[in-house]
């Protein structure tokens, strides 16, 4: 007959707990990785639009860039009369269709189309126009004034000296007035025309300016125009240029002309405009050098750095993505080899103050700048669920302004991330990888905990069920089918260190079911059964309430007797266990 003992049972049980603990922790495990693994692996992937777009500085540059625009302003069906000599009157007229003029920069500062930029851009001042002609028919000026004059001017830059020194001899018609503003790829996204002339351009009419020359020299040098059918547009506010100090590190946004020159035009020799590369900014930085006063008392911002013909009228921003600066004028190229200087001057923007207030512009931010500066405010965070964030703002952006392209890159980026972005992923920056780790291990602790109450739980209910059986066990013997030949008359209780039936209780333990004899004390050692009337003996001093041998030891054997038949008994057997003979 065997038995099953207690400390068999419970080993049971709790290997069914270790295996429920060790699940949940392979879970925790699981989950916990898809929380840290996952988004580092999507955090690290290849550098989104933008740059470094967490530095506040670059993400204001960002904000700005689609504000940005080109600007050209020239005369149609101009010419220039030469009369070097005496025998020299030549005319030169520029063709039909063709603009001649210059291209400079500048930058909303209001949704309604309002820009700001200088005022040698959008108005003929110390005669750049002419200086235009005159370098357009420079081949064959120069040719004609050799042959008529015999005067070798030797090259484009002689010409123009002699055109500063000789005003006189050169005759100009300005013809027709001509004004022009261009998106920036920033907001347009790339042009897919492959000329500029069919290319969507706006034109503009001029609210105010400050003259760049003036009786008393060199003035303020601003001017804000107002382009024609633009409305919620990027803009950028304006700072205050008093707060730049030097050594202070400015951003500015434009377009040199010298970048302009990267395509070759194969059929004629020299340089051919490709419209998204002709209107794609440059960025620059520039290092305040001092603080000066042009010949009108007004500030003036001396500045180090690559500013070139083209960049004039372009924003300068500070840190805070505010203009502060408007490019204006740098040391004569023509003293200088026609290699552009590292020197120049930035027109302070509080010089342009009155006339934003004269034209009664209104900076306030406009839907779109607002909408916009959140969207990118959201994709360069780090915060739980940004990435999902910033592709819910951007997407919608696309939706109501279809013809701003500029988010479109951002967007993209973000979709790719929000896609391998956990639900539970927190920030993943150095600071907070230390929080990421505090949540999963507190999340491991209290599931572990929780496993631990429900193992004990279902240890208790066990009993609980073991006593309740017990009790219902008819008392005098071990319950249906039990041998007659081996009683269990009521009173007769089994030791305490067995688990199923304590004392106190008129119930065999649940544990002896048909055909079962009472537990064991250990290996090797005999059951004892109790006679009518016997009380059990203490377990041995070793054997507390749930405690067992240790793995392969057998308890010690109690003395015992033999019976009539020569069967060894217990000293509380009143019958043998073997063949129900009394003790002699």
């Given at each position: 007959?065997?038995?099953?003992?207690?400390?068999?049972?419970?080993?049971?049980?709790?290997?069914?707990?270790?295996?429920?603990?060790?699940?949940?922790?392979?879970?925790?495990?699981?989950?916990?990785?898809?929380?840290?693994?996952?988004?580092?692996?999507?955090?690290?992937a290849?550098?989104?639009?933008?740059?470094?777009?967490?530095?506040?500085?670059?993400?204001?540059?960002?904000?700005?860039?689609?504000?940005?625009?080109?600007?050209?302003f020239?005369?149609t069906?101009?010419?220039?009369?030469?009369?070097?000599?005496?025998?020299?009157?030549?005319?030169?007229?520029?063709?039909?269709?063709?603009?001649?003029?210059?291209?400079?920069s500048?930058?909303?500062?209001?949704?309604?189309?309002?820009?700001?930029?200088?005022?040698?851009?959008?108005?003929?001042?110390?005669?750049?126009?002419?200086?235009?002609?005159?370098?357009?028919?420079?081949?064959?000026?120069?040719?004609?004034?050799?042959?008529v004059?015999?005067?070798?001017?030797?090259?484009?830059?002689?010409l123009?000296?002699?055109?500063?020194?000789?005003?006189?001899?050169?005759?100009?018609?300005?013809?027709?007035?001509?004004?022009?503003?261009?998106?920036?790829?920033?907001?347009?996204?790339?042009?897919?025309?492959t000329?500029?002339?069919?290319?969507?351009?706006?034109?503009?009419q001029?609210?105010?300016?400050?003259?760049?020359?003036?009786?008393?020299?060199?003035?303020?040098?601003?001017?804000?125009?107002?382009?024609?059918?633009?409305?919620?547009?990027?803009?950028?506010?304006?700072?205050?240029?008093?707060?730049?100090?030097?050594?202070?590190?400015?951003?500015?946004?434009?377009?040199?002309?010298?970048?302009?020159?990267?395509h070759?035009?194969?059929?004629?020799?020299?340089y051919k405009?490709?419209?998204?590369?002709?209107?794609?900014q440059?960025?620059?930085?520039?290092?305040?050098?001092?603080?000066?006063?042009?010949?009108?008392?007004?500030?003036?911002?001396?500045?180090?750095?690559?500013?070139?013909?083209?960049?004039?009228?372009?924003?300068?921003?500070?840190?805070?993505?505010?203009?502060?600066?408007?490019?204006?004028?740098?040391?004569?190229?023509?003293?200088?080899?026609?290699?552009?200087?590292?020197?120049?001057?930035?027109?302070?923007?509080?010089?342009?103050?009155?006339?934003?207030?004269?034209?009664n512009i209104?900076?306030?931010?406009?839907?779109?700048?607002?909408?916009?500066?959140?969207?990118?405010?959201?994709?360069?965070?780090?915060?739980?669920?940004?990435?999902?964030?910033?592709?819910?703002?951007?997407?919608?952006?696309?939706?109501?302004?279809?013809?701003?392209?500029?988010?479109?890159?951002?967007?993209?980026?973000?979709?790719?991330?929000?896609?391998?972005e956990?639900?539970?992923?927190?920030?993943?920056?150095?600071?907070?990888?230390?929080?990421?780790?505090?949540?999963?291990?507190?999340?491991?602790?209290?599931?572990?905990?929780?496993?631990?109450?429900?193992?004990?739980?279902?240890?208790?209910?066990?009993?609980?069920?073991?006593?309740?059986?017990?009790?219902?066990?008819?008392?005098?013997?071990?319950?249906?089918?039990?041998?007659?030949?081996?009683?269990?008359?009521?009173?007769?209780?089994?030791?305490?260190?067995?688990?199923?039936?304590?004392?106190?209780?008129?119930?065999?333990?649940?544990?002896?079911?048909?055909?079962?004899?009472?537990?064991?004390?250990?290996?090797?050692?005999?059951?004892?059964?109790?006679?009518?009337?016997?009380?059990?003996?203490?377990?041995?001093?070793?054997?507390?309430?749930?405690?067992?041998?240790?793995?392969?030891?057998?308890?010690?054997?109690?003395?015992?007797?033999?019976?009539?038949?020569?069967?060894?008994?217990?000293?509380?057997?009143?019958?043998?266990r073997?063949?129900?003979?009394?003790?002699v």
């Amino acid at each position: 007959m065997s038995v099953t003992s207690p400390a068999r049972s419970r080993p049971r049980s709790f290997r069914r707990h270790v295996t429920l603990t060790t699940l949940a922790l392979m879970l925790v495990a699981l989950v916990f990785s898809l929380v840290l693994i996952r988004p580092l692996h999507a955090q690290g992937a290849s550098s989104h639009p933008g740059g470094n777009i967490q530095d506040p500085k670059v993400l204001n540059v960002d904000i700005a860039r689609p504000a940005v625009v080109r600007i050209l302003f020239g005369v149609t069906g101009a010419s220039v009369t030469v009369k070097a000599c005496a025998a020299e009157n030549t005319t030169f007229k520029i063709p039909s269709g063709l603009i001649s003029g210059g291209v400079g920069s500048g930058a909303f500062i209001s949704a309604q189309g309002d820009v700001l930029t200088a005022s040698h851009v959008v108005k003929d001042e110390g005669g750049e126009t002419e200086f235009g002609i005159v370098e357009y028919f420079s081949a064959e000026i120069l040719a004609n004034i050799q042959k008529v004059c015999n005067i070798n001017l030797v090259d484009v830059n002689g010409l123009l000296n002699f055109f500063v020194n000789n005003p006189t001899d050169f005759t100009f018609d300005l013809g027709t007035s001509v004004g022009r503003v261009w998106l920036d790829t920033s907001y347009h996204g790339a042009y897919t025309e492959t000329t500029l002339s069919n290319t969507k351009s706006y034109t503009f009419q001029v609210l105010g300016v400050k003259d760049f020359v003036t009786t008393k020299g060199y003035g303020d040098d601003v001017a804000v125009i107002h382009v024609n059918g633009l409305t919620d547009m990027p803009h950028i506010a304006i700072g205050d240029s008093t707060a730049v100090s030097p050594t202070d590190h400015l951003t500015e946004i434009g377009y040199p002309g010298n970048g302009d020159d990267n395509h070759i035009d194969l059929t004629t020799g020299g340089y051919k405009r490709v419209p998204t590369d002709w209107l794609t900014q440059s960025l620059n930085d520039l290092y305040v050098s001092a603080i000066k006063t042009n010949d009108v008392g007004d500030q003036l911002i001396q500045v180090g750095g690559n500013q070139e013909h083209g960049d004039s009228g372009g924003p300068t921003l500070n840190a805070a993505g505010q203009i502060v600066g408007v490019v204006s004028f740098g040391p004569d190229i023509s003293q200088s080899g026609g290699l552009p200087a590292g020197t120049g001057f930035l027109q302070a923007s509080n010089s342009a103050q009155s006339l934003v207030s004269g034209a009664n512009i209104d900076t306030t931010p406009g839907t779109f700048q607002t909408r916009w500066r959140q969207a990118l405010t959201d994709f360069a965070a780090t915060s739980s669920g940004h990435w999902h964030k910033a592709v819910t703002e951007l997407s919608a952006l696309q939706q109501d302004y279809p013809a701003f392209k500029g988010g479109d890159d951002y967007l993209t980026y973000a979709q790719n991330q929000a896609d391998n972005e956990s639900p539970l992923a927190l920030n993943l920056g150095s600071g907070s990888q230390t929080l990421v780790l505090a949540v999963g291990g507190l999340a491991v602790l209290v599931l572990l905990v929780i496993f631990v109450l429900l193992g004990v739980g279902r240890s208790r209910r066990r009993k609980q069920v073991a006593v309740r059986e017990a009790v219902a066990v008819a008392p005098g013997g071990y319950g249906a089918g039990q041998s007659a030949a081996m009683p269990y008359p009521q009173g007769n209780y089994p030791p305490q260190n067995y688990p199923s039936a304590p004392y106190g209780s008129n119930a065999p333990p649940a544990s002896y079911g048909p055909s079962n004899g009472p537990p064991q004390y250990g290996q090797g050692n005999q059951s004892a059964q109790y006679g009518q009337g016997n009380t059990p003996p203490p377990p041995p001093a070793q054997f507390s309430h749930f405690t067992y041998p240790p793995q392969g030891q057998a308890a010690p054997a109690p003395p015992h007797t033999t019976c009539g038949n020569g069967h060894p008994m217990q000293p509380n057997e009143t019958y043998c266990r073997v063949c129900g003979a009394t003790r002699v």
